[in-house]
């Protein structure tokens, strides 16, 4: 089964207040994830000099703009889901608004399928970048080893 027909049936159900709570985790991730961009940013400046080596430099430029990218995604997300949440009292007015309420629940299932590819891509970035950082210590302590 396929992730948007998961998505489908589940959003089919989910009640106002798991929306809500759903939403806050994603919040709560993406600032979490704003952390780690944030470290992954000072590991990158400590290893510069080593990450723009002749033989990694090519991969190092492109680990450092798909992080970048994934730094404004990762703002752009977070605005989507704040004005979703602000939206939530369509589902809870206790005033009947079908069309209405069955755009928020697409949204929901918008964001949620967002969320997922985000945080697959944002993973997959990690670590290539922890594995490109891993070499480059390997590397320094063979190189303090033989001296």
């Known amino acids: 089964m396929k992730i948007k027909e998961k998505t489908h049936r589940y959003i089919e159900w989910i009640s106002p207040e798991d929306m809500h709570t759903e939403t806050v985790q994603w919040l709560s991730e993406l600032n979490f994830v704003r952390d780690e961009q944030d470290f992954l940013n000072s590991l990158v400046k400590h290893y510069t000099i080593q990450l723009a080596d002749a033989g990694r430099f090519e991969k190092s430029k492109a680990i450092v703009a798909a992080i970048l990218d994934a730094e404004k995604e990762v703002k752009i997300?977070?605005?989507k889901i704040q004005a979703h949440e602000n939206q939530l009292e369509i589902m809870v007015d206790d005033i009947d608004q079908p069309k209405m309420e069955r755009a928020y629940k697409e949204t929901h299932k918008e964001l949620m399928i967002l969320m997922q590819h985000y945080l697959?891509?944002?993973?997959?970035?990690?670590?290539?970048?922890f594995g490109l950082i891993s070499k480059v210590i390997r590397k320094e302590k063979q190189k303090s080893l033989l001296s």
């Open 77 to 79: 997300l977070m605005k």
């Open 120 to 129: 697959e891509d944002y993973r997959g970035l990690k670590k290539q970048l």
